[in-house]
């Protein structure tokens, strides 16, 4: 997959792409459905997302700073767009530039000057343009102006709930992966690569791979049963483990991370790339009145999950 920074000065294998256009925080089914709308048309298919994301954007320029509300990282979107067969995702520097372009100057400038946009595919909800005054509906005229056509893809229920990310954020936060996943059509991951910790799951018996959570949503802190890949490095290969996300409230209030301890795995990982799929909540965070009471609840926390992993 072929990543662009730039709407200027492209080659010729950047441009003329039929584009699915969003943030794509999540790329939950709603967005699957639509890239589905841009994909087969007999050009390239593209991902035209920001960076920063625009939330992020005007926060900063108003002097605010938000929670940390996204679902994956710039670095985790782009490895599931290729795994959906993207040829080319452009993530566009969202700046004052981009951020004050009226909404036709960003269908002639962006789309059909500097992409060669063939196709544009957009959610029903989507807004673009200073001031959000552009829908899809707008974009469709503009469209027809400068030579692109569009797709208005329409919202996603499922189970009755609109798939969104504001909706995956709720089930994460409270608990609930699972309906998380049914939104996203795959496990909610949080990756990255393998941090060195204080070593105490060590000396408990309990090595783990510690990861950092900065910038990212928060699930709902706890432990959890998981699925951990890893992606780089000897130990590649899939497995499963038993994570605690959270602040380690037994050792002081620390900076919340994510620490997973790997069923039947004996190896290095410091510096890997890995990624932790969030199968099942087991109970929240708890402070201990003893480390072997600790270890106990974690030999018990590790059954349940191999329990709940194995069906």
């Not at 949503?217 to 432990?223: A, E």
Request: glycine content about 10%.
């Amino acid at each position: 997959m072929k990543r662009v920074t730039s709407w200027t000065s492209l080659d010729a294998a950047a441009r003329g792409a039929s584009v699915a256009m969003g943030n794509f925080d999540g790329i939950h089914l709603g967005h699957q459905s639509v890239i589905d709308q841009a994909r087969g048309r007999g050009a390239p298919l593209g991902v035209i997302t920001f960076e920063p994301h625009p939330r992020e954007f005007f926060a900063a320029r108003a002097g605010k700073t938000l929670p940390p509300f996204r679902l994956m990282s710039p670095e985790s979107r782009a490895n599931r767009l290729a795994k959906l067969g993207i040829d080319v995702l452009y993530e566009l520097p969202f700046n004052e530039t981009l951020a004050d372009m009226t909404a036709e100057a960003f269908a002639r400038e962006v789309l059909a000057e500097g992409l060669g946009v063939t196709h544009v595919a957009v959610g029903g909800d989507f807004r673009f343009g200073k001031g959000r005054e552009g829908d899809a509906a707008m974009l469709v005229e503009l469209g027809r102006t400068y030579g692109f056509e569009v797709t208005i893809a329409p919202l996603l229920h499922v189970e009755g709930v609109e798939a969104s990310s504001t909706a995956i954020r709720a089930a994460l936060a409270e608990g609930r992966p699972e309906d998380a996943a049914k939104m996203l059509g795959h496990l909610h991951r949080i990756d990255g690569a393998v941090l060195h910790g204080d070593k105490r799951g060590r000396d408990l018996g309990y090595p783990t791979a510690n990861m950092s959570v900065a910038g990212l949503h928060l699930p709902k802190l706890g432990v959890y049963a998981v699925k951990f890949d890893v992606l780089t490095g000897p130990h590649q290969g899939n497995y499963l483990g038993a994570a605690s996300l959270g602040v380690r409230p037994m050792f002081g209030e620390n900076t919340p991370n994510l620490e997973t301890f790997i069923f039947d795995f004996k190896g290095d990982l410091y510096g890997e790339h890995v990624s932790v799929a969030l199968v099942e909540y087991l109970r929240p965070e708890m402070k201990f009145d003893s480390l072997a009471a600790l270890v106990a609840q974690m030999d018990a926390d590790c059954a349940k999950a191999r329990e709940i992993l194995a069906e």
